[in-house]
T-cell receptor, first 113, second 111 residues
Framework: DAGITQSPRHKVTETGTPVTLRCHQT?????MYWYRQDPGHGLRLIHY???????DKGEVSDGYSVSRSKTEDFLLTLESATSSQTSVYFC????????????FGPGTRLTVT | DAKTTQPPSMDCAEGRAANLPCNHS???????VYWYRQIHSQGPQYIIH???NNETNEMASLIITEDRKSSTLILPHATLRDTAVYYC????????????FGKGTKLSVKP
């Protein structure tokens, strides 16, 4: 494992409130990713980062923003949570080598009521 | 990235080899075959990957056919802890990291 932790692990929030999920890694991996996993959809990429302050959109980025001010931390913010954002969120990291293996965190289960 | 096709479920007896097939008939020459697994409620776990040669590591072996249209993941001595959903992914690499996880194969290892 790449020493990836996610916080919180579980969260229930109300529609319209902002929510920030944190991903922390201890392996100094350059690349970091946020995915969401929903039944029937598999994992889908939300945003990714290829270095400090360098981020880009993934497949399902609407309603989400990210920030990476330090190598070890990658934050995912739901600007105004909606029920459709109820999901399990996984963070992943990847080294800058050529084998492109991704290492995943334990996930955050988010429920928007 | 090429689409992959896997059987939805398989059973395996504990201690026996588990052979998980994957079809990727449209794979392009620069796409690798990656295998991940996801044990219930946990994050996906990288297992192995290969381009055209067979590969082996401490977890599994990967056999890729010569035409690269299919592959087989082999868990040599399956244990109950290998019960998981196994995903076969064709991926050409790069930092964008958009792994396409399909439905995978639910492997049930039984005592």
């Amino acid at each position: 494992d790449a020493g990836i932790t996610q916080s919180p692990r579980h969260k229930v929030t109300e529609t319209g409130t902002p929510v920030t999920l944190r991903c922390h890694q201890t392996e100094n991996h350059r690349y970091m990713y946020w995915y969401r996993q929903d039944p029937g959809h598999g994992l889908r990429l939300i945003h990714y980062s290829y270095g400090v302050k360098d981020t880009d959109k993934g497949e399902v980025s609407d309603g989400y923003s990210v920030s990476r001010s330090k190598t070890e931390d990658f934050l995912l913010t739901l600007e105004s949570a909606t029920s459709s954002q109820t999901s399990v969120y996984f963070c992943a990291t990847m080294t800058s080598g050529s084998s492109y293996e991704q290492y995943f965190g334990p996930g955050t289960r988010l429920t928007v009521t | 990235d090429a689409k992959t096709t896997q059987p939805p479920s398989m059973d395996c007896a504990e201690g026996r080899a588990a052979n998980l097939p994957c079809n990727h008939s449209t794979i392009s020459g620069n796409e690798y075959v990656y295998w991940y697994r996801q044990i219930h409620s946990q994050g996906p776990q990288y297992i192995i990957h290969g381009l055209k040669n067979n590969e082996t590591n401490e977890m599994a072996s990967l056999i890729i056919t010569e035409d690269r249209k299919s592959s087989t993941l082999i868990l040599p001595h399956a244990t109950l802890r290998d019960t998981a959903v196994y995903y076969c992914i064709a991926y050409k690499g790069g930092s964008q990291g958009n792994l396409i996880f399909g439905k995978g194969t639910k492997l049930s290892v039984k005592p």
